[in-house]
């Protein structure tokens, strides 16, 4: 017999590869259509269910990836490629990333996900790591397709049976996956002791980070939650002054006024803390029995915005002081203007008095 007809012919990856590059041409174009349509429903649902997320990426892959990938041989038999067919074998041809900000936010994403796409398989990578005892970044891998009822619309039609791999990942993981390019030793045993303690190290900072990420938005959902309620209770001498309590406050003692912004408040908290206010009780004590639209009315000949009649208030309550710990105190302008407006109060009857938080007595 022959001794060549004994060998078992070489496959040729380059022409499968470029074959496969052939095909995907082809419908690559219908992949970023897919991708962009993704990314305006996942969009879409994050938007109508308040869900905060710091970004969603998306890509149909690259011609020069996927010809590598449709090239890799079988770790069974070297001899064959890994992905017979390419074009259908190959789950990742249109990718989208979803970053969040804490964990928690992680399982918002994956009702959104499971609520929006038929989820064909779902793998939590962080798990395969420990596993295999591998460094790496954690993160969700999904993948999907639209549901039904969304391709039988005319405009998602052609994105029946296409497949999306969907990556979420909190920002701290990608960090991570940003760098692992340049990490060199991907197994435990193979890494210099010096270098696996710096690794474990490192992992371990970043599950702590976004671990305690989490525990200050939870502290400080809390907190806001006790701080509302303490307001309404009229439990003011408990509440520490912040935006979010001084328009409780406010909306409670004043009336809601829609037309303030959050960063309204932020200003006015840094205001209230340099004047040395350290609670809202000592606030109710200040600016007690006196009228805020008697105030703006005096003055504008109108009902002013909420934080402009609180600032009046303030002024009636503190008088001189209001000038002396002011953060324009140094202004001329703004002196002048306050001293015309105290002025205008003592002629109309009202009796300004000189309040002093106890943190700036003497």
Not at 45 to 52: G, L, M, S, Y
Not at 292 to 316: C, H, K, P, V, W
Request: proline share 3%; charged share 30%; aromatic share 10%.
């Amino acid at each position: 017999m022959n001794k060549q007809s004994d060998q078992i012919k070489e496959f040729d990856f380059e022409n499968h590869k470029l074959q496969a590059i052939q095909e995907y041409q082809k419908v690559r174009p219908l992949y970023e259509e897919y991708t962009n349509a993704v990314k305006n429903v996942l969009s879409e649902a994050f938007r109508v269910q308040n869900i905060k997320i710091h970004s969603i990426e998306t890509r149909a892959k690259a011609i020069d990836s996927f010809g590598n990938k449709a090239s890799k041989p079988s770790p069974n038999d070297p001899n064959k490629p890994y992905y017979q067919n390419a074009l259908s074998d190959i789950t990742d041809l249109a990718g989208a990333r979803v970053i969040v900000f804490l964990p928690r936010t992680l399982d918002m994403v994956d009702s959104v996900i499971q609520a929006e796409f038929n989820v064909i398989e779902k793998t939590d990578k962080s798990v395969i790591l420990i596993k295999e005892e591998k460094f790496g970044y954690a993160s969700i891998h999904y993948l999907a397709r639209f549901k039904e009822n969304r391709t039988n619309l005319l405009e998602y039609s052609r994105y029946k049976d296409l497949i999306v791999e969907i990556q979420v990942r909190t920002i701290l993981q990608h960090a991570w996956a940003e760098i692992e390019h340049d990490i060199q030793y991907k197994e435990v045993e193979t890494i210099p002791s010096t270098i696996r303690r710096k690794f474990m190290s490192l992992a371990g900072i970043l599950e702590i980070a976004d671990r305690e990420f989490q525990a200050i938005q939870d502290d400080d959902e809390r907190l806001r939650t006790e701080a509302r309620k303490s307001v309404q209770e009229g439990k003011l001498e408990q509440v520490e002054i912040t935006p979010d309590a001084l328009k409780t406050y406010l909306n409670k003692k004043l009336g809601t006024d829609r037309r303030m912004k959050d960063d309204s408040y932020v200003w006015t908290v840094k205001l209230l803390r340099n004047f040395g206010f350290s609670n809202f009780k000592q606030i109710d004590e200040c600016i007690h029995g006196f009228d805020d639209d008697q105030l703006s009315r005096l003055i504008y000949g109108t009902r002013a915005g909420q934080l402009t009649r609180f600032e009046y208030l303030l002024l009636a309550g503190m008088g001189e002081n209001f000038l002396k710990f002011h953060l324009w105190k140094t202004w001329d302008w703004f002196i002048d203007s306050s001293k015309r407006t105290l002025v205008k109060f003592n002629k109309a009857g009202i009796p300004v008095r000189s309040y002093i938080p106890p943190s700036r007595m003497e």
